[in-house]
């Protein structure tokens, strides 16, 4: 069992900027891929970005490409998310996650989520 704990979120002015941080609570031999994503009142939870074991590979969405930036340190089992020009579009709860195996855009795929954190971003 992977624990996720989520932190960095918080109100914010559009064109702001936060970090997000996601620290898993145990190492693991295995790799895993660890994502972002975020869902917003009323709607489903959309995929943000996610990162390889060897942060060779990451993907972003469109919403977010220019803007956002995901990066993993495995030494502290902890996966960011540098979020910039944030706009009122982007206040959703975040969540991060982590699958075992490849990256995956699909939150179906992954095993372990956190219990997110908020992100409000005022006009």
């Known amino acids: 069992q992977v624990q996720l704990v989520e932190s960095g979120g918080g109100l914010v002015q559009a064109g702001g900027s936060l970090r997000l941080s996601c620290a898993a609570s145990?190492?693991?031999?295995?790799?895993?891929?660890m994502g972002w994503f975020r869902q917003a009142p009323g709607k489903e939870r959309e995929f943000v970005a996610a990162i390889n074991w060897s942060s060779t590979v990451g993907q972003m969405a469109d919403s977010g490409k220019g803007r956002f930036t995901i990066s993993r340190d495995n030494a502290k089992n902890t996966v960011y998310l540098q979020m910039n020009s944030l706009t009122p579009e982007d206040t959703a709860v975040y969540y991060c996650?982590?699958?075992?195996?490849?990256?995956?855009?699909?939150?179906?795929?992954?095993?372990?989520w956190g219990q997110g954190t908020r992100v409000t971003v005022s006009s």
């Open positions: 145990e190492r693991t031999s295995r790799t895993y891929a």
């Open positions: 996650a982590v699958r075992y195996g490849v990256l995956s855009r699909s939150p179906y795929h992954y095993d372990y």
